[in-house]
Each structure stands twice: as C-alpha cells, then as structure tokens.
C-alpha cells in the first residue's frame, strides 16, 4: 500500500460547506471598509526576506524563529509572508502613494504563513483581513481604525470581544522606559522564567506575555510605559481615547500591552474574545510611524491591523449565508438538449443545472430536494419535456423552447 499524503501540519482544507460562510464574512468585511474609504490592495504571497527582517525587527519571534525562509533558483533569499503591514508599506513607497491624497486606506484579505506550534486557533498557513492608513498621524484615523475593527466583529456576530488599547509612545521615550524596565528585571532576575532572563537585553517588553508564576509575580510592580509617555504622545493618546468615547466603543486601557511585532509607536490595540481559549486575540494592531523610512520609502505615519479569520469564525463571528437555490435542474436521457436548455437558462440569468449523475426519475427528485431547486425539467429523447415545479409538486408537459419562460415567471405552471 502506498502512504496516502496528507496536508502538512497546521495547514487546513477549505471544504465547500465553510466557502460560503467565509465568503460571507470577506463580503461583509469589504462592505464596512469600503464604507469607510478603505480599497482593496493585494501583495504577493512571498517578499524579500529582508523588508520582514528590517521592517517587523530581528529581535521578534516572526523573524527569529517562525518565518517560511527559502533561496530561489536565482539565490535570492525570499519569505512566505508572516504578516501584511510591511508589504503594504512597501508598496505604498514603491508606487509613489504619498503624491495621492493622504491618507491613503487600504485593505487586504489573504494566506499568511509561520512557523508556530500547532494548536487549536494557530495554523502554520492562516488568513487576515487587515486594514492600513498611511500618511496621517490624527488621532483620528487610530480612533477610526479601531472603530473598523470593533465594528467588523461585532457586526459579524463574534461573541464576547473586548477591546484593549495602550499607547507605547515613540521610540526615545521607549528607550528611556526599556532601560528602566531592564533594571526591574536584573533586580529580580533569579525569579523570572528562564525565557524571559534570556531576553532582558534583546526584548525585555516580552516578559509582560508570560504566563510564567514567578515572572508574573515579578512584572505585578514592573514599571509601566505610560509614565514614561512624552507630553504629546500622551496628548495624542488621550485624543484617540476620547474619540473612542464619542463613538461609543468599549475599551479597556491596557498598560501591559505588548505587540509582538518591533514596529508599533504610540497607539497600539488588541481585540479579544472570551469564547476562545488560549489563542484569544481575534486581531490587533497599532501606529507604526516609523515603518516605511524604515524599509526606505519617505518619512511616512502609518496606522493599522489584522484580524485571523479562522478566530473569527470560532469566536462565532459569520454573518448568516445560505447557499443560493438553484432555479432549474435539467435532467432525462437527451444529452444535447439538456445542455443546450441549462446554457439557455444561465443566459437568461437562471441559476441552472445539469443533472451528471445519469440518475432515474425519482433519483433526479432526490437530487433537486438536495440542492433545493425550484424546478426539474425532464428531457426525453423524442423531444418532449416536463417541467416540474418542487414546491407546489405540480408536473405539467411543456415545449422545450417555453421552459425558460416559465421559470422565470415563477411559482405555478
Ligand atoms: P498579530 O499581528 O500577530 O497580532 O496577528 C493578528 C491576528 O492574526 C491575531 O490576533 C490572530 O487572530 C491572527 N493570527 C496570528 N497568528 C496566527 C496563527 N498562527 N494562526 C491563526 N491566526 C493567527
């Protein structure tokens, strides 16, 4: 026996009864970003490997350890992307965005790839719809980013999202605050996780993730960014918190929010929902002002997120979908006239059918029930027809060339 080849581990099948609802909630994401100006952009699956190294930040897990990374025949060294706001940003440089009306709002929808451990809600191959603002730094846009995302959930019926927000401020007042915080570490490092005393130096920010007892017990009195704010990072804060209110979005401000990618500077926000377990944070997301000068393009703000469509739909959040009907089956023993009568009705704008399955009489009702169509037409070799219509169970003998007519009417022969 030869081994049957299975996906690879932490990938998954898209099986034809979850396309609908995760078309339904690609069509529902597009209608409220859309509303709000954002337009849709696509970027290739895979990039250079540097603008992830210089853009998301060496010193992050998506960079150390958890990147798809491989040389072409040509050896350039390319990376399934991890995540979408670098290659937005440099396609906004690479286009010459800034010479459009500022800001300019884009959407995507699409693969992502890491390397992470497996588990329910983690996948090595997943997907995000993700929205990016370039070229302000209002605080408006932050309120209204966050808006989009709160919106998109809880339009879409994801249950128990809360919402949370921080602000980092930017990268001299976190230089002071990263000294500060590392000093809190070194003083209690013998209690801390080993993980966590390995990375004082490189990123001492991450200790505020970890589940670990004592370094949990530790971070209780760690020094928080927010007292390190300047005074207009903290202007700019209090702005978006206040436009938060005046759109009526929960919040809860969180001062241990960290954000696993390097980029982020002032706001930063993550939504998360109570139905899931571990893997809790439905989307997330932040100002990264610095990021398109980082990866060469013109000094450019930026603010947006991504939220993982897989924990979307087990938060519950699909709109409802129903596969649509379909108008007309067509079915019996005469081949080309089936055919020619279904690419007829489709012309007509019929949603149609032909019936492959060479199945009986009573076969092809079972298979109309099946696909809830409104009618069945029987073609005979002699060229005539019956029309059946299957929700008032009425069967009548008609011309060939009057079926389509028929069914357009609608219910009743
Ligand atoms: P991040 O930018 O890493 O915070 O990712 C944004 C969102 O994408 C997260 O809140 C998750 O909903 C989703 N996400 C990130 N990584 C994965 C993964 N490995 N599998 C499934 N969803 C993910």
């Known amino acids: 026996m030869t081994d049957r080849i299975q996906a690879p581990r ?103 790839f890491r390397y992470e451990r497996a588990q329910a809600g983690r996948y090595r191959q997943f997907w995000q719809v993700g929205a990016e603002a370039l070229g302000s730094d209002d605080p408006a846009v932050d309120a209204e980013s966050i808006l989009l995302l709160a919106t998109l959930l809880g339009d879409l019926g994801a249950r128990g999202v809360q919402v949370r927000v921080s602000s980092l401020g930017r990268v001299e007042a976190r230089a002071v605050y990263r000294e500060a915080l590392q000093a809190h570490l070194r003083a209690h490092e013998e209690r801390l996780s080993e993980e966590v005393r390995a990375r004082i130096d490189l990123n001492p920010l991450r200790a505020f993730d970890s ?38 979005v929960a919040y809860e401000v969180d001062p241990t929010l960290v954000r696993g990618l390097d980029y982020y500077a002032r706001t930063v926000f993550e939504v998360h929902s109570t139905e899931l377990g571990a893997q809790s944070a439905l989307g997330g997301g932040g100002r990264y002002d610095g990021l398109v000068a980082q990866i060469g393009g013109p000094p450019t703000p930026g603010m947006g997120w991504a939220a993982g469509i897989e924990r979307i739909l087990l938060a519950g959040g699909t709109p409802p979908h129903a596969a649509p009907p379909v108008d007309l089956l067509v079915a019996g023993p005469a081949g080309p006239l089936q055919f020619k009568l279904a690419v007829d009705a489709r012309h007509a704008g019929l949603r149609a059918q032909v019936d492959l399955g060479g199945r009986s009489r009573k076969g092809v009702l079972k298979q109309a029930n099946r696909l809830h169509a409104r009618y069945v037409a029987w073609m005979d070799d002699d060229g005539h027809a019956q029309l059946k219509d299957m929700d008032s169970g009425e069967q009548q003998e008609v011309a060939v060339d009057a079926i389509v007519r028929d069914v357009l009417r609608g219910p009743g022969l």
């Open 10 to 112: 932490g990938t998954y099948d898209v099986l034809p009864d979850q396309a609908a609802a995760r078309a339904a909630l690609e069509a529902h994401a597009r209608e409220v970003l859309e509303a709000a100006g954002y337009e849709r952009i696509e970027t290739p699956v895979f990039e250079h490997t540097e603008l992830f190294s210089r853009g998301v930040g060496e010193s992050t897990d998506v960079v150390q350890k958890e990147m798809y990374t491989f040389s072409d025949g040509g050896g350039r060294s390319l990376t399934l992307r991890p995540e979408g706001t670098a290659a937005v940003c440099r396609a906004y440089a690479e286009h010459g965005m800034h010479k459009l009306a500022q800001p300019v709002k884009l959407w995507y929808l699409g693969q992502f």
């Open 211 to 248: 589940d670990h007892p004592g370094t949990r017990e530790v971070m209780r009195d760690a020094p928080l960014l927010r007292d390190f704010l300047e005074a207009d990072d903290a202007a700019h804060f209090a702005e978006v918190l206040a436009l938060l209110d005046a759109a009526d």
